[in-house]
Structures are given as C-alpha cells and as structure tokens.
C-alpha cells in the first residue's frame, strides 16, 4: 500500500511521518502530482496560516489536484481548515471541498485552543473502536463551524467540527499525531478504510 503525505510550506509534516512509521507503515512526502494521484491513501496535514498557505497550493498547483483525488484524503488542522469553503484568517477562499466556513474564536475563551478536549461523535469508520467523549490534542486558534460535513463536534465556548467527511475525504482539527493511542487509533483506521 503506497502512503503520501502531501510536502508544502506547513509544518508537523515529519511529525504525522513519524506517526505512521510508529504504526508500522512506511509513506512518501512528496508534492509531485503524479506520485500524489497514484497514492492508495493520501494525507494533508498542516501548521501555519491559511492565506500564505492558499497562495502556495494555487502556484503548485495542488489546490486542483487535491479536490479532484478519488482515494480516501486526511486532512489534518490546517490541512481540514484549507479543505472548507472560506477562512477567515486572512480572508482566504479555499479548496471547497466541505461547504463550511473557518470563523476565528471569540469571547471568554483562550485563543489558541492548546491542549487536550473531548471529541463526540457518532460511529463511523474514522472513529472505530474508540469510544465518543475520548480526548484528542488540539493547538488552534481558527475552527470550523458544524455542518453537513461534521463528523465528530468539541466545545470550546462554541460547538465545532472536530471531524469533517464527505465522500473519499475525511479531515480533522486535532492532532491524530499528537493524541496518544486514540490518534494512532485513528490515523490506523484511516489507513486501513
């Protein structure tokens, strides 16, 4: 089974590598179209700002071939953000593949949104064997509202998507990589849909 994880200018790309090969599963970091499309299951991780990210994608091209994969895709925090309609941050239109929007958090709470939350959901291939209410790893300062797409919710002074799919694409907020024997659940699970 042929794994990429997809190279551009986001960081934790080596951490979600490191990830996988505690799983035992060797993958490609690459931004090269054709080993992107050959991939069995490719994964979208991402650290950094939505606008300089976006204008990145769109001059490698990536912003069309993502979209258009029909193999399962993970994205993961940004990599989820940048899958959705719009962000906020930096008034960026992305790749559209959710129809939700990435709003910025407001009010009492702490911005970023660091540290360690449970996540609900119903049963779905992504999440099985974990049981909904398990803790996942969260560092984000910008989260997509629920929706159609969502899959799994968390609350941090509002309810947001923690986990979003739609067709051959999955993607969520938290770390899979950073979350301990849950994320590695989930990150095996998604290897083997």
């Known amino acids: 089974m042929k ?22 599963v060797e993958c490609e970091v690459t931004d090269d179209p054709s080993v992107i499309r050959q991939a069995d299951k490719v994964i979208f991780p991402g650290v ?3 606008s300089s990210t976006m204008k990145y994608l769109k001059e490698s091209k990536l912003d069309k071939i993502i979209p258009d994969l029909k193999q399962p895709v993970l994205g993961i925090c ?21 129809p939700q929007k990435v709003e910025l958090f407001r009010g009492s709470v ?29 560092v984000h300062s910008y989260f997509v509202e629920t929706g159609e797409s969502t899959l799994a919710s968390c609350d ?8 979003l799919h739609r067709d051959n694409f999955y993607a969520v907020q938290f770390h899979p990589e950073k979350s301990g024997e849950i994320g590695q659940y989930i990150l095996k699970n998604f290897i083997e849909l």
């Open 3 to 24: 794994i990429v994880v997809i190279k551009y200018n986001a960081g934790n790309i080596g951490s979600v590598a490191n990830a996988l090969e505690r799983l035992g």
């Open 110 to 138: 702490k911005v970023p949104h660091m540290g360690w939350n449970s996540i609900s959901f119903n049963q779905d291939s992504l999440f099985k064997g974990i049981e909904s209410g398990s803790y996942v790893y969260f």
């Open 156 to 163: 941090y002074g509002v309810r947001f998507s923690a986990a």
């Open 48 to 50: 950094g700002e939505a």
């Open 78 to 98: 940004l990599g989820m953000q940048l899958m959705c309609q719009w962000s906020e941050e930096g008034n960026t239109q992305a790749m559209g593949i959710f």
